[in-house]
């Protein structure tokens, strides 16, 4: 018989990490690990089926930002989704809190995951099948990278609709990517950097992983319907709230978007970032615009402030 192992070329476990995984540390089945070794059984329906809810906070200078709005949406979601995890929020959050400090970043993008996981008899039935929570702290990431942040992203419109709110509950942050995937690749045909798609009702949704805003006559405004309910969206109300701006989630359309004064993006990965043009056209001057500019740096002092973040203890 053919040793299966004998049969393939051996493989340099370094090379192999260096080359698929971002340093940092992942918790799973009651272990914190190397990402390289933060594995599941393709047999999970998390990755069979999408059947998963997730969330993504960050860390910054060494402190979480707006830790328990991230944990909020995540236990609302497992709730809608009938998953039962073995953790509770305390303890969530201290394992997000050692993934982190083992990791090292100062940093760093967090994500936390429950999956549906697999039965233990392969029934088909979700009921029976046992979740499964994954958490992992890797470097910090952003949709735009420092060139884009500086001069705005070039975004493009496609056809693709959303997933409709009533097949999917928006509210429930999921991996029900194809939509969004299919956007970027429409919008890298044009040569655009990224992608907008489109609600049920031909307005403006979302794009992948962000929510998008337009500021026009000074109002700022974010499509209301079929979208996520960003975190980076609702700190943008908050600071608007703070310095005295009218911001409100409404339908958007095409021709709004692109007659707009100012437009960006929110995220936790990169915050609140520009675009300067859409399509085949500059927004305004083309330039990043003075809102923009400072909600953005609005957002980033936040970062240090007690009220909007907490600290992580390195030892
Ligand atoms: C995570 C996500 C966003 C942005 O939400 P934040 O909480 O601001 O990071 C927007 N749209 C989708 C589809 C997302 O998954």
């Known amino acids: 018989m053919t040793q299966l192992s004998s049969a393939l070329p051996a493989i340099d476990a370094h090379y192999v990490d260096r080359r698929s995984y971002p340093h940092g540390i992942a918790?799973?089945?009651?272990q914190y690990l190397p990402m390289s070794e933060a594995k599941i059984s393709v047999l999970d329906w998390g990755f069979l089926h999408s059947d998963a809810t997730y969330d993504t906070v960050h860390v910054w200078?060494?402190?979480?930002?707006?830790l328990d709005l991230?944990?909020?949406?995540?236990?609302?979601?497992i709730e809608r989704l009938r998953m039962k995890l073995p953790y509770d929020r305390e303890k969530i959050a201290s394992i997000l809190e050692d993934c982190v400090v083992l990791s090292g970043h100062k940093s760093a993008y967090v994500e936390m995951i429950c999956t549906r996981g697999s039965s233990p008899t392969f029934s088909r039935d979700?009921?029976?099948?046992e979740n499964r929570f994954i958490a992992f702290a890797v470097p910090f990431g952003s949709v735009a990278n420092k060139e884009q942040q500086e001069r705005g992203l070039h975004v493009a419109i496609s056809e693709t609709v959303r997933i409709p709110p009533k097949s999917i509950d928006?509210?429930?942050?999921n991996y029900h990517w194809l939509d969004l995937v299919m956007g970027l690749f429409d919008a890298y045909?044009?040569?655009?950097?990224?992608?907008?798609?489109?609600?049920?009702n031909g307005h403006i949704a979302e794009g992948p992983g962000f929510n998008v805003f337009v500021v026009k006559d000074g109002l700022l405004r974010t499509p209301a319907f079929g979208v996520l309910p960003g975190i980076t969206r609702r700190t943008v109300f908050d600071l608007c709230a703070e310095i005295g701006l009218s911001?409100?989630?409404v339908d958007i359309s095409r021709a709004e978007i692109k007659a707009a004064d100012e437009v960006f993006i929110t995220s936790t990965a990169g915050g609140i970032m520009p675009v300067t043009r859409i399509d085949d056209g500059a927004i305004s001057n083309g330039r990043v615009g003075p809102i923009t500019r400072r909600l953005i740096d609005l957002y980033w002092q936040k970062h240090d402030d007690p009220a909007w973040s907490t600290a992580i203890i390195y030892p």
Do not use: S, V, Y
């Not at 918790?27 to 009651?30: E, H, N, T």
């Open 189 to 200: 045909d044009t040569g655009a950097e990224t992608a907008l798609i489109l609600d049920t």
């Open 247 to 249: 911001a409100k989630a």
């Open 70 to 77: 991230h944990l909020d949406r995540f236990f609302g979601g």
């Open 61 to 66: 200078n060494g402190r979480f930002f707006r």
């Open 27 to 30: 918790f799973m089945d009651g």
């Open 126 to 129: 979700p009921r029976q099948a």
């Open 170 to 173: 928006p509210a429930i942050k």
